[in-house]
């Protein structure tokens, strides 16, 4: 009778939730077990896989032991907060390396759309989790989204989860010549790994899953109902452009908003440029503007073979391209195509219909020049990532329907 009771109360829980991720205007994904007070346990998957934390000039920890474990009440949460254990790691020259974790938790969020791919945050600290290599002290402390986490549901009813983590903010101690900065904060931490996460109640495995909400992934033309059409964009998280050089040392720009502006002449058309302005721009630990120049960002709906992408436009683009700066790192991007990774989702109905356009496109050619910048000279190793919800408008301003088919 007990089982039965839980499973009864997870499922009204689970259509709740249903129910208010389907009333709003983009999609989602959630954590489901179908089991009350379940507990989350996060495993690296085996040999030869680890974990790697990189802090900048080839300071790289590898970490054998990177478990983790929480409960959670409801069946279905979002997101799921869990306690860390890195152990068993080394650091340069082999050295052992362990964390006193203090308290922080990571805290696993699904995503806001179907694609499932979420982030992390790093929550809980009093005040920062720490390591040391001889007589250097590495601490990281509280931060949101630090970077993506890829989830990929298995038929044993587990999940994977793939971390590719490029922003983190860290603080070193009497570091000397170890790492860079020898005594201060950083912000180009990165982390890497996969977990296989697994779920239990009473002891007892069950299964789990990341569970998307709203409709399908989908390819194609962008239609509207009426032309011309204006086509505008909001962001839905952080949007990022990260640089890195084969080294793995990694900057990012980091922008908390985004709107877009874009047209087209027709009621059907296989890709959409749009001028973007960013806002709440960081970059090596300094607010920054985004300068676009001649240039426009282009998204291709995909209907051939090739699929969807992201590329860089504009007649000027070549001569003004897109520029951002801190004191000592110069960024510059210009006009490229192709970049793969763009997926969309078609949302709502009738004249509220709208896409939501999911980028994580690499592969992005780009020139850095200044003593700041963790590698100078132009690369093709940048990468863009971002969610944007699209809506449009007719000639005179009303609302009409959008979507990819």
């Known amino acids: 009778m007990k089982r039965v009771k839980t499973l009864g109360l997870a499922a009204v829980a689970a259509l709740a939730l249903t129910a208010l991720l389907g009333a709003g205007t983009s999609s989602a994904a959630y954590f489901n077990s179908e089991q009350e007070n379940t507990t989350w346990t996060g495993a690296v998957p085996g040999s ?52 006193t974790i203090n308290g922080c938790k990571y805290r696993f969020s699904a995503g806001k759309t179907a694609n499932l791919v979420g982030s992390i945050d790093i929550v809980d600290c009093a005040p920062y989790m720490e390591t040391k290599f001889y007589n250097c002290r590495i601490r990281i402390g509280n931060q949101e989204n630090v970077g993506t986490v890829k989830y990929v549901n298995t038929e044993a009813g587990t999940i994977t989860a793939i971390a590719d983590l490029s922003s983190i903010t860290f603080s070193t101690f009497q570091c000397g010549g170890f790492i860079s900065p020898g005594g201060g904060t950083g912000y180009t931490g990165t982390y890497e790994g996969e977990w296989t996460i697994s779920g239990s109640s009473e002891g007892i495995p069950i299964p789990v899953e990341v569970k998307p909400v709203g409709t399908e992934i989908v390819s194609g033309y962008f239609r509207a109902e009426e032309a011309p059409v204006k086509i505008g964009g909001g962001s839905l998280n952080t949007q990022s452009i990260t640089i890195a050089s084969g080294m793995k040392q990694q900057q990012t720009l980091g922008c908390s908003s985004a709107t877009l502006t874009g047209e087209a002449a027709s009621t059907k058309s296989q890709a959409v440029a749009f001028v973007p302005s960013y806002s709440g721009c960081t970059f090596i630990g300094q607010s920054v503007s985004v300068n676009m120049g001649g240039c426009k960002i282009e998204l291709n709906g995909g209907p051939g073979e090739e699929g969807p992408s992201f590329a860089v436009v504009g007649a000027n683009c070549a001569s003004s391209p897109i520029t951002f700066a801190q004191t000592n790192c110069k960024v510059t991007v210009g006009p490229q195509t192709g970049a793969a990774s763009v997926t969309y989702t078609n949302e709502g109905s009738g004249k509220l219909r709208s896409v939501v356009a999911n980028i994580a496109a690499s592969g992005l050619t780009y020139t850095a020049t200044g003593l700041a910048c963790a590698s100078k000279g132009t690369f093709s190793t940048g990468r863009y990532d971002g969610q944007l919800s699209l809506t449009a408008t007719n000639s005179a301003g009303q609302p009409q329907g959008i979507s990819v088919e």
């Open 48 to 99: 030869p896989s680890q974990h790697e934390l990189h802090f900048g000039f080839g300071f790289v920890m590898t970490c054998k032991d990177a478990s983790f474990s929480g409960l959670s009440q409801l069946g279905s949460p979002d997101p799921i907060v869990v306690t860390p254990e890195l152990s068993d790691c080394t650091g340069p020259m082999s050295t052992p390396m362990d964390w």
